[in-house]
């Protein structure tokens, strides 16, 4: 800039003059990049489901997979410890290289009660899903749905569009049926919030899980306790989360 300026500025002065302004180097946030294709598609649904009533949201069932590894690999971990208890082993985040495993799992949520926690085994293919949907998805509604028809959320994973897939939701029509869902849409997703919860409450646990096995056990203790008001908090943020989508006309928002 000072190349075309016959004062040149200081770095000094630019700084002062952007934190006058408010502006401040700051760490980008990381976000799944959405299209222009995508960006339309996830206002369209958004068109169409933001005047849904109260009573129609907790007909919905939620459900994602996620991964968590045996130790924290990302972000920063504070304690509180004096000068001397530094390298303490109470005081210390265990790294080692990625993860030291990790573990995979699919659940489903919905406004009445946690749905089931699935472990799961390998890579994932859609005979495997089937078998979630058959051996989880279906008891859960029978029991938690009697006589009624919800609305079963997942994405767009190739594992759930397969058509093996979709021949189970025309098969069980008359028990559930399948909310159609846009690409790029996980800050509308509700239950990506309570894997963050979960993994909060997995890194607080002491002693931490000291291998795979016991990480799996610590996981479906924590899921089942997590409170039901947390889960109806989700729920409740569904309209503010696609007002979000449609101010930001389609692009990422804070969710």
Same mark, same amino acid.
């Given at each position: 800039?000072?190349?075309?300026? #016959?004062?040149?500025?200081?770095?000094?002065?630019?700084?002062?003059?952007?934190?006058?302004?408010?502006? &401040?180097?700051?760490?980008?946030?990381?976000?799944?990049?959405?299209?222009?294709?995508?960006? !339309?598609?996830?206002? #369209?649904?958004?068109? *169409?489901?933001?005047?849904?009533?109260?009573? #129609?949201?907790?007909?919905?069932?939620?459900?994602? =997979?996620? +991964?968590?590894?045996?130790?924290?690999?990302?972000?920063?971990?504070?304690?509180?410890?004096?000068?001397? =208890?530094? !390298?303490?082993?109470?005081?210390?985040?265990?790294?080692?290289?990625?993860?030291?495993?990790?573990?995979?799992?699919?659940?489903?949520?919905?406004?009445?009660?946690?749905?089931?926690?699935?472990?799961?085994?390998?890579?994932?293919?859609?005979?495997? &899903?089937?078998?979630?949907?058959?051996?989880?998805?279906?008891? !859960?509604?029978?029991?938690?749905?009697?006589? =009624?028809?919800?609305?079963?959320? *997942? *994405?767009?994973?190739?594992?759930?569009?397969a058509r093996c897939v979709q021949e189970w939701f025309?098969?069980?029509? *008359?028990?559930?049926?399948?909310?159609?869902?846009?690409?790029?849409?996980?800050?509308?997703?509700?239950?990506?919030?309570?894997?963050?919860?979960?993994?909060?409450?997995?890194?607080?646990?002491?002693?931490?899980? +000291?291998?795979?096995?016991?990480?799996?056990?610590?996981? #479906?203790?924590?899921?089942?306790?997590?409170?039901?008001?947390?889960?109806?908090?989700? &729920?409740?943020?569904?309209?503010?989360?696609?007002?979000?989508?449609?101010?930001?006309?389609?692009?990422?928002?804070? &969710?």
């Amino acid at each position: 800039m000072n190349s075309h300026l #016959q004062d040149p500025v200081s770095s000094k002065t630019v700084k002062r003059e952007l934190h006058a302004a408010n502006i &401040y180097g700051r760490v980008a946030i990381r976000k799944r990049l959405v299209t222009p294709t995508n960006a !339309f598609k996830r206002r #369209q649904w958004c068109r *169409d489901h933001k005047c849904w009533s109260p009573q #129609q949201w907790p007909q919905v069932i939620w459900s994602d =997979e996620s +991964s968590f590894t045996l130790f924290q690999t990302t972000g920063r971990v504070y304690v509180w410890r004096t000068p001397k =208890e530094a !390298f303490n082993p109470e005081c210390l985040l265990p790294t080692v290289k990625h993860g030291f495993g990790s573990i995979m799992i699919w659940g489903a949520i919905s406004w009445r009660g946690l749905g089931p926690l699935v472990i799961l085994h390998g890579r994932i293919k859609s005979n495997h &899903y089937l078998s979630i949907l058959g051996d989880h998805v279906h008891p !859960f509604i029978q029991t938690v749905f009697p006589g =009624e028809r919800p609305l079963f959320q *997942d *994405d767009n994973a190739p594992i759930h569009t397969a058509r093996c897939v979709q021949e189970w939701f025309e098969e069980h029509d *008359d028990a559930v049926d399948h909310l159609a869902w846009p690409p790029q849409y996980p800050d509308l997703n509700i239950i990506e919030h309570l894997w963050q919860y979960l993994e909060s409450k997995i890194r607080s646990r002491f002693p931490p899980p +000291s291998g795979l096995s016991e990480l799996k056990t610590a996981l #479906q203790e924590e899921w089942l306790n997590i409170p039901l008001n947390i889960v109806h908090d989700l &729920y409740a943020s569904i309209p503010r989360r696609i007002k979000s989508v449609l101010q930001s006309k389609g692009g990422p928002t804070p &969710y």
